[in-house]
């Protein structure tokens, strides 16, 4: 089916800057909505950022002015830059491919794809 690889992930200081990286590969007929999920110990998975193959995007509060989220629709590869990060962005970061159109058993469906995550951790 899709692959998700994330990659970027890492130790930063607070008020420094990641860049996340993900890149889909596989039976891909078409990517719709690409993004960003995290979730921190103890918490549900949240939205980070979202785009659509269109350029559109969406950021949750948090992020909102400190992460730019990008795609390579050519590439199928989304990418988060994350600035100014606080030791309240820690979490595991998961990369999302949502309403894919892929051939399951020869068939065309459309199915929501997560990466592995890839930990961030903002600390002195």
């Known amino acids: 089916q899709v692959q998700l690889v994330e990659s970027g992930g890492g130790l930063v200081q607070p008020g420094g800057s990641l860049r996340l990286s993900c890149a889909a590969s596989?039976?891909?007929?078409?990517?719709?909505?690409m993004g960003w999920y995290r979730q921190a110990p103890g918490k549900e998975r949240e939205l980070v950022a979202v785009?659509?193959?269109?350029?559109?995007?969406n950021y949750a509060d948090s992020a909102k002015g400190r992460f730019t989220i990008s795609r390579d629709n050519n590439k199928y590869t989304v990418d988060l830059q994350m600035n100014s990060l606080k030791p309240e962005d820690t979490a595991v970061y998961y990369c999302?491919?949502?309403?894919?159109?892929?051939?399951?058993?020869?068939?065309?469906?459309?199915?929501?794809?997560w990466g592995q995550g890839t930990l961030v951790t903002v600390s002195s």
């Open positions: 785009i659509t193959a269109g350029g559109d995007t």
């Open positions: 999302n491919a949502d309403n894919v159109l892929t051939r399951v058993a020869g068939l065309p469906r459309y199915l929501k794809f």
């Open positions: 596989g039976s891909i007929l078409k990517m719709n909505v």
